[in-house]
């Protein structure tokens, strides 16, 4: 579930823990959470708080339980317990803040477009959870405060990776606390006027405005992409595992993982998704080339654009493993050369 949707489920769980009524209501919210906590593990532990809060039962965990549970026992009779902590809390809680930190926006770019993303993303969308605060305090709404402290936790995850999708992605419930204050401080209809036109208006800026960093060759990229896709559906079958991965694997700031679901292709590997700090390390790396040999896949689709990629002001540029490339340079040969992206094949 992307981060986008894994918010849209815990605000409509915090919708039915402050308007339904009853346990019912509140196993219900609780099974929301527990949904997205299974896709989303920050955003599902932040909507946890806000529906405890916002429902002032502990009912909402016994929901989250009833569906985490059954996920969480075969987790742990399947994956060894330091490898469950790493993948589900320290990475997700922690490793963003180590490898993958950036600085403010307004440190990377410039410009007009930036400076209004960072007003309306940053300081706007703050406001907002303050004066949504002001009101669940003063109206001693527990909805309203569950929302207010959903938001305020999603600002967390712009400590990690401070970047416009990770602020546009946190000021979606910051704008909808407005909702609380003008509720508190306007009468009749003109609240929902109000904040309506406010999120309108973050929808408008935020497609009316580009990131201002951009991938300067994405229509080449993407044209190799498809080129090395349609290469892999003709020369091999749907049971067919493949590996998709960098040609050169000691950074592992991005793989092109859409390859896997474009050539509707197994994966070879476990670790498919590349986190620097993960998939560069030694024994990750053994892991992988284990599966490759054991499996004796044939074809690896390895992208050129990132493999040194990194960003200088985090520990993703710390080199990693070299056991990767050194067992795909003595098994496989290139067969297809598209540009950004290669095939190779084990003869």
């Not at 490898?83 to 809680?93: D, K």
Request: hydrophobic share 50%; with cysteine; proline share 6%.
């Amino acid at each position: 579930m992307p981060p986008g949707r894994a918010v849209v489920a815990a605000l409509l769980a915090l919708a039915v823990a402050s308007v339904g009524e009853g346990p019912r209501a509140r196993l219900l919210a609780g099974a929301i959470v527990g949904l997205a906590l299974l896709f989303r593990q920050d955003v599902g532990v932040y909507a946890l708080v806000g529906v405890l809060v916002a429902s002032r039962s502990a009912w909402p965990a016994v929901g989250l339980a009833i569906v985490v549970g059954p996920a969480a026992l075969i987790l742990m009779a399947t994956v060894a317990v330091n490898a469950l902590y790493e993948q589900l809390i320290w990475y997700p809680f922690v490793g963003p803040r180590v490898y993958r930190a950036v600085p403010d926006p307004l440190m990377l770019a410039s410009g007009p477009a930036a400076v209004l993303l960072m007003i309306v993303l940053v300081w706007r969308a703050r406001a907002n959870v303050a004066a949504g605060a002001i009101a669940a305090a003063r109206g001693r709404d527990a909805g309203r405060a569950g929302l207010v402290v959903f938001a305020v936790l999603c600002q967390l995850q712009t400590l990690g990776r401070g970047d416009f999708p990770h602020f546009a992605q946190a000021a979606g419930p910051a704008f909808l606390c407005l909702a609380g204050f003008a509720a508190r401080w306007t009468s009749g209809g003109r609240w929902r006027s109000a904040s309506a036109w406010s999120v309108v208006g973050l929808r408008a800026v935020t497609a009316a405005t580009t990131s201002p960093v951009s991938f300067d060759n994405a229509e080449s990229y993407q044209a190799s992409i498809e080129h090395a896709v349609a290469y892999i559906r003709d020369n091999t079958t749907p049971s067919d595992p493949i590996f998709v991965g960098l040609k050169s694997n000691r950074y592992a700031f991005v793989n092109p993982l859409m390859v896997y679901y474009l050539a509707d292709r197994p994966p070879v590997v476990r670790d498919t998704l590349y986190d620097p700090g993960v998939t560069n390390r030694a024994s990750t790396q053994n892991e992988m080339v284990a599966d490759l040999d054991s499996s004796n896949t044939r074809y690896l689709v390895l992208d050129r654009v990132f493999a040194a990629a990194c960003e200088p002001f985090n520990a993703s540029c710390d080199p990693g493993s070299t056991r990767l490339d050194e067992y795909i340079a003595s098994r496989f040969t290139m067969t297809a050369d598209f540009g950004e992206i290669v095939v190779l094949v084990r003869p």
